[in-house]
């Protein structure tokens, strides 16, 4: 089935925030962001920008009914600065104007002073100055200190991976219209309606009953709009509430990136022991995020970087430390792979670092250590492992010993070109770290006329999670899926929802559909059965058509559904799931945290120009985990994105911030993504259907954010290929591998 959207997609009629007709009074606002990374506010004075052409009010912290304070997972973010700027961006003050160009000309005659304070943009630093957002944590198995001494090879390093850009085409956003009785509607560009409202109602001091969030779709996020959507959403709330006016404030792409955080860097320490047969023995790694100035997700995120600190290996001796470190740059947050990405990228340096040293490919070390079923992971889980599946056949139906004799003899033969490859296995934990988070709700209504309208907690942000939603509506009802319509997501109508994240949004509301209409279909086959005078349970509908014991009747769901409405039965149902069985007790760092695991293997192949320091990338062949695909084409669509941003993360998005806390990369034109030139000259995806019981919806593993981590493999294969030119080279682990560093790495003596 094709994706609901794709036709309104190419013909550019999908509404985004910015389609949203403009209600009549309509007024646009802008933030003031602090000019300064630290410091103290000496002097505001907003009265020239107060004068300024069609200046409504400007707003500050004073103007908050409520409490100014909109951290989630710790409460040390305010919503407006009062007297301390901790980031570049920090928002100061939001200026309301006829106009969105005269509010941004209101913005340029603000007059600030500030103190300047220390600047920390380094985390080992702010580690250093005890500057940590919560308690670092520990993740233990074995005794990785007494399996050292056993162990054969020892090798140590640094690894280093910078930040990523969400760059979501759609920027953040929101629009505000007052209702009556002191109501706010907010359309709002978030992955978490939920999120928006509850902090929502604490600034402005309402109840949430007051406030509907509504979603139709975001133009992507990333994570980027897992809690970075709710200050844009208040702003424009809090100015609606005083002005009693419709107010829209919808981002530029400079503000968004000046202001917004991103994925988090990480600076990492690693120690890696292996034996003679070259199984590794202990690992322990130290890891330092750079949370920004203040939690936002990091904690959670640090959390994910400390479960997926061993990648699809089994290490039996695990001592891995996460410090979250405070800096003055804008919070970080969730970013696709939430921390594994981070976590993974330094086992995975750590494993070639030990290849070298020993004289080995990294190859065999990977194959060795792969994590087999029954196997603990350091946080007490037992693997259900499809690691040696995906990595075998990916070396079958590739031919990997073919290419690697290939790749040897054209470097043999050629001094200027050099080629690189890389094997990435992945496995990514499906579940909100945080058990209470893994919940969902949907509401479905069957009309009278047999049609079906289905809201969840799901926001659609490009991932296809609504397509599926309706798919899984009209399987139950086994009724043609022209029937069903997909509503908006609002507050209003499915409540309590945890924002769509974690890949696991068409797990968690996909099954709290299945359940409603499982049992809207359990009322109608009792009004069957009383027609047709048998039991319920030997009661089916197929294709539209009521079936006793498998066989056609005359009765068709259009008539079924008309007749239980006669019969005053509810047509109407909320579904409500729980993922069953997870648990994870955080006073040992032990549980079973995850409703399963998504596993997977990439080749990757490139190609360096040796003069130049360039590169290209021949091939990503990847054998995925998929259980069994509901969507084979949104998920090839899923996989294939998640490559491409995991490359460009791994290559050439390279985040610069200066010593004052500026983003120097703070446009298009100094922050370079993938576009169609960079992504790899072939990408082929075998779809391997896995048999192990999962906890899927339909069991269609979850399948957002594990491709991501293939792009990994991309950094490793140009290690590889610089390797091949200079085998003295000492080119480190530290991401992105842009042209300048592989350019050292080739010439480096
Ligand atoms: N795909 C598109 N097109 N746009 C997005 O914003 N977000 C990713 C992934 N794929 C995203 C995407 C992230 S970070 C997550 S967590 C998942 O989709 C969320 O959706 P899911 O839970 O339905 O997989
Ligand atoms: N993944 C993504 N988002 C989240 C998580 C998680 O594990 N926990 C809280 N938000
Ligand atoms: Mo995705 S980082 O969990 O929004």
Known sequence: MKNIDSYTHTRGESIYLDDVPLTQGTLFGAIFGSPAAHGKIKKLDLSAAMASEGVVRIFTWKDIPGVNQIGGIVPDEPLFAEDIVDFNGMPVAFVVATSVEHAQAAIKK????????????????????????????????????????????????????????????????????????????????????????????????????????????????????????????????????????????????????????????????????????????????????????????????????????????????????????????????????????????????????????????????????????????????????EALPCWNRSLSLFDHAKKKKEIEKFNAENILYKKGMSMMPICFGISFTKILMNQARALVHVYMDGSVNVSTGAVEMGQGVNTKMLQVASTIFSIDPAKVKMNSTSTFRVANTSPSAASATADLNGKAVQIACNNILDRMKTVAADILKCSATEVSIKNEIVHVNDAATEISWDFLVLESYLRRISLSESGHYATPDIHFDASKEKGHPFAYHVYGTAITEVTVDCLRGTYKIDAVNVVHDFGTTMNALIDRGQIEGGIVQGIGWMTMEEIVYDEAGRLRSNTLSTYKVPDIYSVPQMLEIDFLETKNDNLAIFRSKAVGEPPLMYGIGTFFALRNAVKAFNPKSSIGFSAPMTPEKVLMGLYDK
């Open 110 to 385: 603000i007059i600030i002073e500030i103190d300047p304070l220390t600047v920390v943009t380094d985390p080992r630093v702010a580690r250093q100055n005890n500057s940590l957002i919560v308690p670092p944590r520990t993740f233990r198995l074995g005794d990785s200190d007494a399996a050292f001494k056993d162990c054969v090879h020892v090798v140590e390093g640094i690894a280093e991976t910078n930040g990523q850009e969400h760059l979501y085409i759609e920027t953040q956003g929101a629009y505000a219209l007052p209702q009556e009785h002191g109501a706010i509607k907010v359309i709002s560009s978030t992955q978490g309606p939920t999120a928006v409202q509850r902090h929502m109602a604490k600034v402005l001091g309402v109840p949430m009953h007051q406030l509907e969030i509504d979603v139709t779709r975001l133009g992507g996020g990333f994570g980027g709009k897992e809690d970075q959507a709710t200050s844009w959403a208040i702003f424009c709330a809090l100015a609606a509430y005083h002005l009693k006016k419709p107010v829209k404030y919808s981002l530029h792409r400079m503000e968004d990136m000046r202001m917004t955080g991103k994925r988090n860097p990480y600076s990492s320490d690693f120690r890696i022991g292996l034996d003679a047969e070259l199984n590794i023995l202990a690992y322990e790694a130290t890891f330092h995020q750079n949370a920004g100035a203040a939690a936002d997700l990091s904690p959670a995120v640090l959390e994910r970087t400390l479960f997926h600190c061993t990648n699809s290996y089994f290490i039996p001796n695990v001592t891995a430390t996460a410090y979250s470190c405070r800096t003055n740059l804008p919070p970080n947050t969730a970013f696709r792979g939430f921390g594994g990405p981070q976590g993974m990228f330094v086992i995975e340096a750590a494993i070639a670092k030990a290849a070298e040293k020993i004289g080995v490919s990294a190859f065999e070390i990977q194959q060795k250590n792969l994590i087999k079923s029954g196997d603990e992971f350091p946080y007490g889980q037992l693997a259900v492992s």
